[in-house]
């Protein structure tokens, strides 16, 4: 669906050394994805995002979209794009502002006259048509975003920081929308810095840092490949101390003791019958075991070595 | 009944009249944008008070009151359409690029020369409609005055719109590479240098040190001749301009437009946003 191939792109910046904002990143987005595109701010998240709605040309490699290199016009009829922070017309209404895209994207006026409307329906903005959009929150401007990447229903919809600077009711309807159209079976590409974002909506992900790709793919099987952890929580008669080797890493709490047992997944089991069976020899009494999956941020702060 | 529901077919197919249909589209906005322009209207406004002041100028005159009010209203008319000219020139294509709302045109199967040529529509409508808008309220004053109407005065406010086109044009070739001011900066210039052609002509066989005339040469060569659309002289002194004259400077014009909208459009092309 997108497939991206060794893109490198270098900007000289005022006459300076040149800056490499994306050094040979491949990547594949499978169809009907819902793909998170994860880094810093700088990480070259919205070079990459450029070059695969042709705003930019790489100085290597390619991107397709749908097998179609993305700078070709043809490409273009199959995407729909959300920029970050979407500047749009102002002076426009909602309608007039959905109508000019439409022609853009080749709707004729019988086209328009029907799916203008479901649109704005679609993002919750059918009262506010003849609204102008100088007059819409940051929140309304990003549904009417929405509106108009959706208008030639493009099968790839490629969001850039989509719900940054909304505030929590915003980030909450863009995130609905999002869903709405993942259910429709359409492509999602987006990018952001937000982690917990990509944990809510996406079904893969792809980590950068300075320009280079630190892996992708899909969230569970990342996360599946990781250390895990197990938490448990005991006491012991009498106030003792722990004194078998098991055992010996325990913190003291109020209540008792507690260890934390991280191991690769296929030892930890094994590990974790060990514990639990010194803590019964020692005539002590269990009160919980806890799982602890690793997070995506746990990945990305140990594949980065960068701030988010 | 079971109501039928059609899917809509969206076509993905290329054809001229879509692509016209783009250009017309960004035509049409881009005209919305700019007649909201408070520039426009303040200038406009400045026009009127200097055509109504040749007006007045006229009156203080015992004779040639009519050539009094035509000549103040004609460079009005020349200097305020050539301000527009380069300011809504100079941000065509800059504009949107630093206000970013060329992002989400350009992500569409649009071509970036259709941008350019559909952003230039809008803007050429604009002037056209400003120079016409400003000739009328001159020509009510010039007959107010007692001044009889010419092919001469038509002639003229072709060849000044014709000259709006060029100094437009030429803007955005600045507007494709540019800032707003730096491209206004660079328009003034080619505004200034083409008014001042003639002279440069002159000098630049004469001008020390030698290593200087090929530049001038070069700028002789290079930019466009604004003093062949200069006929206020004529027109204010009922000189004779001949159809084959304007027809011949139009035609200059247009070739020149042509020339500048197609190197703006290749700028364009190659420019990453």
Redesign the interface.
Known sequence: MIEIQGLTKKYRVRGLLPKTALDAVSLTVRKGEVFGFLGPNGAGKTSLI?IL?????PDSGTAKIMGIDSHL??A????G???ES????K??TAQEFLN??G?????TSD?LY??VPTLLEKVGLAKSRKQKLKTFSKGMLQRI?FA?ALL??PEVLILDEPMSGLDPVGRREVRDIINQIAMTGKTIFFSTHIIHDVEVICSSVAFITNGKLKGFGNIEDLLGKTVSSMEIRYSLPYSRAPEVSELKESRKTMDGWVIDIESPAEKLEQEVNAVLTSIISQKGTVRSVVPRKNSLEDLFFAGTDASV | MKKKVRKVEFSQKITIGHTVKQILGIGIVTFHELVREKILWSTLLFAFLCVGLSYALSRLSFVENARIALDFGLTAVSLIGGLLSIVMGASLIAKEIENRTVYVVLSKAVWRWQFVVGRLLGLFTVLILNATLMTLVLLLIFVISGGHLSSAIFKSLVLQITEFGVLASMACIFSSFSTVSLAAIFASGVWVIGHAMEDLRAVTDKIEPVSLRPILHFITFVLPDLTRFDVKVQVSHQLPITWGYTNYTIFYGLAYMAFAILTACTIFSRRDL
């Open positions: 450029k709605v042709g705003l930019m040309t016009r043809e273009k009829f199959k995407l794009y959300l920029p979407p500047y749009f017309h002076f426009l000019f895209h022609r853009l994207v080749g709707l086209q029907t799916r975003g108009q030639h229903d």
